[in-house]
């Protein structure tokens, strides 16, 4: 059976990428190939990481483009030209548009640092998620990986996976955690399922 080719769309440090490099070197990826790293941002640690991983990077910068559309053009065509099946958002802080998502049903997943629909949707990422979770004061936080369509945060859920809350929680703290326990166990996982599922569409569908 033929392996999905995977795309990871990076903005910063890239543990979540680590992780999935760490999961396919372990032999976890089995129906999935990380063929490509894309960050909109040239300083994206993760450019490194992936390059220590032997995956091929690309950098596809929003200022380097007149409007939203051109930009998602280009990220379009790098991801074409790589034959890629599968596009992991791993800390891509750019929200793509409807036009963008349309074009990969079921075929774009993220990992949000909450448990979905809690403290998500516009505005939070990174560390604010976390944040909010403190100042509403919940017991339970944790990670989703979701399918991802025109609503910021709002496709299909795939995975998630629960962390408590501890006393003396910091929004550093707390994002550590969160990251450790859920999002580089559960991002991995839900790669090889969603890997697996369309490698076998393709058997039976000659996509
Ligand atoms: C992760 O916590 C990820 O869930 C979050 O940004 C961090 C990126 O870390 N993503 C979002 O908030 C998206 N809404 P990483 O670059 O070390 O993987």
């Known amino acids: 059976m033929k392996k999905t080719k995977i795309a990871v769309l990076v903005s910063g440090g890239g543990t979540n990428l680590q992780a999935l490099i760490d999961f396919e070197k372990a032999g976890g990826l089995k129906h999935g190939r990380l063929c490509l790293v894309v960050a ?10 992936a390059k220590n991983a032997g995956i091929k990077t690309e950098v596809v910068c929003k200022k380097d483009f007149e409007n939203r559309n051109d930009f998602e053009k280009a990220l379009i065509k790098t991801l074409e030209e790589n034959g890629t099946r599968l596009i992991i ?26 448990l979905i629909p809690s403290f998500c949707g516009k505005g939070f990422y990174g560390l604010k998620v976390h ?23 709002g496709g299909r859920i ?10 003396g929680d910091t929004p550093e703290i707390l994002q550590k955690r969160v990251m450790q326990q859920a999002e580089w166990e559960i991002l991995p996982q839900a790669a090889e399922i969603v890997s697996e599922c369309i490698a076998k569409l ?5 996509e």
């Open 40 to 49: 909109d941002n040239p300083n994206a640690y993760a450019l490194e990481r």
């Open 131 to 153: 944040e909010a979770a403190l100042e509403y004061g919940v017991k339970v936080t944790g990670a989703t990986v979701h399918f991802v369509n025109e609503i910021p945060d």
């Open 89 to 114: 958002l791993a800390g891509f802080m750019t929200i793509l548009s409807e036009n963008f998502t349309k074009r990969y049903p079921e075929r774009i997943i993220n990992v949000h640092p909450s």
């Open 202 to 206: 393709r058997i039976t569908s000659y």
């Open 158 to 167: 795939i995975l998630q996976k629960a962390v408590e809350i501890q006393e």
